[in-house]
Antibody
C-alpha cells in the first residue's frame, strides 16, 4: 500500500524556521517525482515545490524561492522541505504528493504549519 | 489568482448531474491531455478522481467522468449523492514551466 506520511509541522514565530519531512512506503520512492502542495486555512490548493526522482530538477513557487529548500534522500525513502524566514502567509497544511505523468496520484495526510507571534 | 479558472461553487440535488469547468490556455489545458481532477472533503487530503482528461483510477465511481473541448476541461458527476459534496480542483501540465498548475477549486453543494 502506497503511503506518504508528513511530519514536522507546528507553531513558529515569523522569521523562524521549520523542517518538514515526508516518509514514503509501499512503492519505489527513487522512481518518482514528488511535490509539496499547501493549503492555507479556508483557501485552495497551492503548489509549493517539485523535486524529480533523482533530484536533478527542482522548482519552487515564486513566493517561497530563496526561503524554502526541497530535498530528498532516496536511501531513506524520505522527502524534506526546509522552510526559513517564515511569514504569516506561509500558515497552511502542507501535503507531499507523489507525481506520476503529471498527476498527483497519492497524497499524505498533511502537516499543519502555523506562523504566528 | 490561480492559473486555471474554475467556478467558485456549483450545486445540485441528489440524483441530478452537475458539471464543473476548468479553463486554461493552449499552453496547458488546450495543448495537452494531462488534465486531472481531485476531490477534497473537509479536513482530508485531496483524492485523485480523473487523470489524463477522462481516465478514472481504480476504485473511483463511474459516476465521475471527464472531458475537454479547446482550452476548457470539464468534470461531470452524474447521479449526485450526498457524499459527493466537497471541493474539487483541476490541474494541468503547462508547457512553459514543465510543471503542473492548479485551478482555484470549486465547492460542490448537494442540496
Amino acid at each position: 500500500e502506497v503511503q506518504l506520511v508528513e511530519s514536522g509541522g507546528g507553531l513558529v514565530q515569523p522569521g523562524g524556521s521549520l523542517r518538514l519531512s515526508c516518509a514514503a512506503s509501499g512503492f519505489t520512492f527513487s522512481s518518482y517525482s514528488i511535490n509539496w502542495v499547501r493549503q492555507a486555512p479556508g483557501k485552495g490548493l497551492e503548489w509549493v515545490s517539485y523535486i524529480s526522482s533523482d533530484s536533478t530538477r527542482i522548482y519552487y513557487e515564486d513566493s517561497v524561492k530563496g526561503r524554502f529548500t526541497i530535498s530528498r534522500d532516496n536511501a531513506k525513502n524520505s522527502l524534506y522541505l526546509q522552510m526559513n524566514s517564515l511569514r504569516d502567509e506561509d500558515t497552511a497544511v502542507y501535503y507531499c504528493a507523489r507525481e506520476y505523468y503529471y498527476r498527483n496520484d497519492y497524497w499524505g495526510q498533511g502537516t499543519l504549519v502555523t506562523v504566528s507571534s | 489568482q490561480s492559473a486555471l479558472t474554475q467556478p467558485a461553487s456549483v450545486s445540485g440535488s441528489p440524483g441530478q448531474s452537475i458539471t464543473i469547468s476548468c479553463t486554461g490556455t493552449s499552453s496547458d489545458v488546450g495543448g495537452y491531455n494531462y488534465v486531472s481532477w481531485y476531490q477534497q472533503h473537509p479536513g482530508k487530503a485531496p483524492k485523485l478522481m480523473i487523470y489524463e482528461v477522462s481516465n478514472r483510477p481504480s476504485g473511483v465511481s463511474n459516476r465521475f467522468s471527464g472531458s475537454k473541448s479547446g482550452n476548457t476541461a470539464s468534470l461531470t458527476i452524474s447521479g449526485l449523492q450526498a457524499e459527493d459534496e466537497g471541493d474539487y480542483y483541476c490541474t494541468s501540465y503547462r508547457v512553459n514551466t514543465n510543471l503542473v498548475v492548479f485551478g482555484g477549486g470549486t465547492k460542490l453543494t448537494v442540496l
